[in-house]
């Protein structure tokens, strides 16, 4: 198994670490073995799954830049069969470091290669940009989830973003697919909400995941609390919602 | 005159281009000479203002890299007193080709000299991270306006944000000030945005602007007609929540 899935798009704030923490911990939740590594500075998804980023000592970009075993990294999160690799500062400087080193853009491919198989999935949250990381990241993943605001600019930068995924398909990484396109923080009395849906689902048609996660209090309150929504109030809509994506991932990928 | 304000935030999806488009034309309204420069890639700015990003011949792009001349890239729009320097998809490579580039930190602020004097005031929309194009921004710079989401994960990036402003006042810039913190998004009747903005506002005092941007439909339907929400609707609360901003931003400057 072990399918490496990449949370990605350059457009800041569409959900891309709640996307990886809520269906990681869904994931785990239906029982597969789930590996979440966050990739961003920001390290959101550490702090989301009540990590203290700045108590961490090692990270992905150990493994990137000195090589350090990724079995290392690996923590144990207080959630049955999910796994964390915490983000931490130094990944800010990372990009600058790696321009002299060999083999720059696949580091994080090589890192991955002893684990790939201990998991059934693992997930990389990245950050907003379109950095030398996020190529590693896009190099080492079999495929990339495309969270999409509800919104005109969310919308506006897509194109941009499927065309970046071309040339690494053409240069770099000729396996990577599009898992999908995933619309977040949806709002149906909202009309520009519907429309921005209406004209994604046109234009990518089954590229887009029938899931639609709804706008959810219950999502934006329980990184607070440092965890999953499906623990900070499982009969949410948000739990619900990021539950279904869950399963309608298995289903595209014709497991179970 | 002419202030230059970067409007910057590390964090994704805070509301840095929502705030860059609509406090601008704000001040254009109010009969302040206005520039607006896109420095991101993804132009959202560009084409929040009703210009096409694939048909921009110059951009920030051309004058940082072969020096050309920013008065040649300066756009009228459609609005009195507001003028643009739009983005363009170029920028992307930027920040790899300055590496080796003299001066690579300052380039921004050189070929912003000549125009400075031309407005009262220039504000700068930026992209989504730090690298080598924000550091050009944050030297090209007097002040840094920072917009916060009333959200958990905008606020445990703030600390971060100021810390890397130190170290540029430190290193690069000495005269960067910190023009304030815009807490944006904002739902009344949301708890949690309630406590982000106590929070914030305990800890950061005065730096934080009065004026706070509320949550509201035609802010975020506006860039879909490529119009300031001023000019959209201006009867409505967001707009009238961003021109009080650029009123207290000319109050706190001892303006007028
Ligand atoms: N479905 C939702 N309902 C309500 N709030 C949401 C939802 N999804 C995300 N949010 C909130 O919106 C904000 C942006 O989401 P998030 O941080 O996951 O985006 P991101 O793409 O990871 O941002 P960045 O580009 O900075 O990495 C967060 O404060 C999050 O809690
Ligand atoms: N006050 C508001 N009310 C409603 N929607 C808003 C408000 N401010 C911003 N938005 C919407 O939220 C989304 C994010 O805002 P915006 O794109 O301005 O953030 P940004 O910080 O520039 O993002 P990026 O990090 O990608 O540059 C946009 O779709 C915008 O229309
Ligand atoms: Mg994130
Ligand atoms: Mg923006």
């Known amino acids: 198994m072990g399918k490496i899935i990449a949370i990605a798009n350059q ?3 569409v959900g891309k670490t709640t996307t990886a923490i809520n269906l990681s911990a869904s994931m785990a939740a239906l029982e597969y073995k789930t590996l979440i590594i966050d990739s961003d500075p920001q390290a ?17 970009y150990e493994c990137m830049i000195n090589g350090f075993s990724v079995k290392d990294t690996i923590q144990e999160t207080q959630f049955e069969d999910l796994y964390l690799i915490p ?31 201990m998991f059934d999935f693992i997930f990389i ?9 996020n190529v590693n990241v896009m190099n080492a993943a079999d495929s990339i989830l495309i969270p999409v605001q509800c919104e005109y600019f969310a919308m506006e930068g897509l ?24 619309m977040t923080m949806h709002d149906s009395r909202l009309l520009h909400s519907n429309q921005v849906v209406q004209d994604i689902r046109t234009h990518f048609a089954d590229m887009v995941f029938e899931t639609l ?20 109030d499982e009969k949410s809509k948000g739990s619900v919602s990021y539950l279904n994506l869950a399963k309608e991932l298995l289903k595209r990928n014709k497991i179970k």
């Open 87 to 117: 983000s931490h500062i130094n990944l800010v400087g990372a990009e600058l470091e790696m321009i002299d080193i060999k083999n720059r853009e696949y580091r994080m491919q090589e890192a991955l290669k002893e684990v790939k198989n």
């Open 44 to 60: 959101n998804t550490t702090s989301g799954l009540g990590f203290d980023p700045h108590k961490v000592q090692k990270s992905i």
């Open 125 to 133: 949250d990245c950050s907003p940009s379109l950095g030398l990381i």
């Open 11 to 13: 457009k800041g704030g």
């Open 213 to 232: 996660i709804p706008r959810n209090i219950r999502i934006s309150e329980a990184p607070s609390f440092g965890v999953p929504v499906i623990a900070h």
């Open 159 to 182: 194109g941009k973003l499927l065309s970046t995924i071309k040339i690494v398909q053409g240069k770099l990484n000729k396996n990577l697919q599009i898992e999908g396109i995933l």
